[in-house]
């Protein structure tokens, strides 16, 4: 159930690497600097546990110009003696190359080793830590309404090293794994409400979780987290943009404004001119602008046809609430 989140830094990977054990083929791994390396040559090694003993169908990836994302050449599993092999990898001696190891059931933490070619046969080993998992229940809730599975959440965990996620199942209930031992920041992400932290904390106001309370994790344990309810529904905010004959304007830019000027969301309008922003994760007061840019005849109005955000009506909004009718008739410049 564990889903991968696009790594936070390249230099947060080398931190996790830099834990791990990396070993160059053989005791000492001297680098050609004139030679070609023939077509067909081998990138090979063998994936470790922490205690010496070879990890089976670990999914091994092989990338040509490293350090960063570069290009995927090719992917395989190590064997049961913890070996992978790519045959056929053509390039010069010097390029460089990546390969990163994936335990898919994300029982060991990621890792991966840049080298460069060394001719015929180049050995990349590697040792994988023990990783952990933390794992839980999410439910929502709207008003007096009984509590519902959280179906289509998804709960982050970042930590300095390491970031992972998970889509909530059907059932309610995620696992993340591939996790460095450390503390780790939960994040519990759903497009009908706010965004909220652990522990059953919304988020401060387009901010981080930083400040929340922090899950730890143990090598080859599993963390279970209390049940997470997530109970503050977003608000809906739509309405029609015009020209001032009434006519509909289209490609025009809504976008919601809290009460201290800090945009929440946006929309563009359709070809009758109608907009809807449907993820108003704010309480309190909004106002709402059509903005208008280079090229376009018109001007950029405020509601209720204001110059400015100063002059702008302002409208009140609790959790859930879904506001029509916010209509703006744009003079021309």
């Given at each position: 159930?564990?889903?991968?989140?696009?790594?936070?830094t390249?230099?947060?990977?080398?931190?996790?690497?830099?834990?791990?054990?990396?070993?160059?083929?053989?005791?000492?791994?001297?680098?050609?600097?004139?030679?070609?390396?023939p077509?067909g040559?081998?990138?090979?090694?063998t994936?470790?546990?922490?205690?010496?003993?070879?990890?089976?169908g670990?999914?091994?990836?092989?990338?040509?110009?490293?350090?960063?994302?570069?290009?995927?050449?090719?992917?395989?599993?190590?064997?049961?003696?913890?070996?992978?092999?790519?045959n056929?990898?053509?390039g010069t001696?010097?390029?460089?190359?990546?390969?990163?190891?994936?335990?898919?059931?994300?029982?060991?933490?990621?890792?991966?080793?840049?080298?460069?070619?060394?001719?015929?046969?180049?050995?990349?080993?590697?040792?994988?830590?023990?990783?952990?998992?933390?794992?839980?229940?999410?439910?929502?809730?709207?008003?007096?309404?009984p509590?519902?599975?959280?179906?289509?959440?998804?709960?982050?965990?970042?930590?300095?090293?390491?970031?992972?996620?998970?889509?909530?199942?059907?059932?309610?209930?995620?696992?993340?794994?591939?996790?460095?031992?450390?503390?780790?920041?939960l994040?519990?992400?759903?497009?009908?409400?706010?965004?909220?932290?652990?522990?059953?904390?919304?988020?401060?106001?387009?901010?981080?979780?930083s400040?929340?309370?922090?899950?730890?994790?143990?090598?080859?344990?599993?963390?279970?987290?209390?049940?997470?309810?997530?109970?503050?529904?977003?608000s809906?905010?739509?309405?029609?943009?015009?020209?001032?004959?009434?006519?509909?304007?289209?490609?025009?830019?809504?976008?919601?404004?809290?009460d201290?000027?800090?945009?929440?969301?946006?929309?563009?309008?359709?070809?009758?001119?109608?907009?809807?922003?449907?993820?108003?994760?704010?309480?309190?007061?909004?106002?709402v602008?059509?903005?208008?840019?280079?090229?376009?005849?018109?001007?950029?109005?405020?509601?209720?046809?204001?110059?400015?955000?100063?002059?702008?009506?302002?409208?009140?909004?609790?959790?859930?609430?879904?506001?029509?009718?916010?209509?703006?008739?744009?003079?021309?410049?």
């Open positions: 159930m564990t889903a991968r989140l696009a790594r936070l390249r230099t947060t990977v080398a931190a996790i690497c830099a834990m791990v054990v990396l070993v160059a083929g053989g005791t000492t791994a001297a680098i050609a600097t004139a030679s070609a390396a077509a040559a081998v990138v090979t090694g994936i470790f546990d922490p205690s010496g003993y070879p990890l089976t670990i999914t091994v990836r092989l990338f040509r110009d490293g350090p960063d994302e570069g290009t995927l050449v090719d992917t395989t599993r190590t064997n049961d003696a913890g070996r992978y092999r790519f056929g990898v053509e001696t010097g390029d460089s190359y990546r390969v990163e190891g994936t335990d898919e059931s994300g029982g060991h933490v990621f890792v991966d080793s840049t080298f460069d070619l060394t001719g015929t046969t180049t050995t990349r080993n590697a040792t994988m830590r023990l990783a952990g998992f933390i794992q839980g229940k999410v439910s929502t809730k709207i008003g007096t309404a509590a519902q599975r959280a179906t289509k959440a998804f709960v982050s965990a970042e930590s300095e090293d390491a970031a992972e996620g998970a889509h909530v199942s059907s059932k309610g209930t995620f696992r993340i794994g591939e996790l460095p031992p450390g503390t780790y920041t994040t519990f992400l759903d497009s009908a409400f706010a965004y909220q932290c652990y522990d059953n904390l919304r988020a401060p106001f387009h901010g981080s979780c400040r929340s309370t922090k899950v730890t994790v143990i090598a080859g344990r599993t963390t279970t987290i209390n049940p997470q309810v997530l109970d503050h529904p977003n809906k905010v739509s309405g029609k943009v015009t020209d001032t004959s009434g006519a509909p304007l289209s490609g025009i830019q809504v976008a919601v404004y809290t201290t000027n800090r945009q929440i969301n946006d929309s563009t309008t359709k070809a009758d001119g109608t907009w809807a922003v449907n993820s108003v994760d704010w309480v309190g007061r909004i106002k602008v059509a903005r208008t840019y280079s090229g376009q005849p018109y001007r950029t109005t405020w509601y209720k046809n204001a110059v400015d955000f100063a002059h702008g009506t302002a409208i009140a909004v609790k959790d859930g609430s879904t506001i029509t009718g916010i209509n703006m008739a744009l003079p021309t410049k």
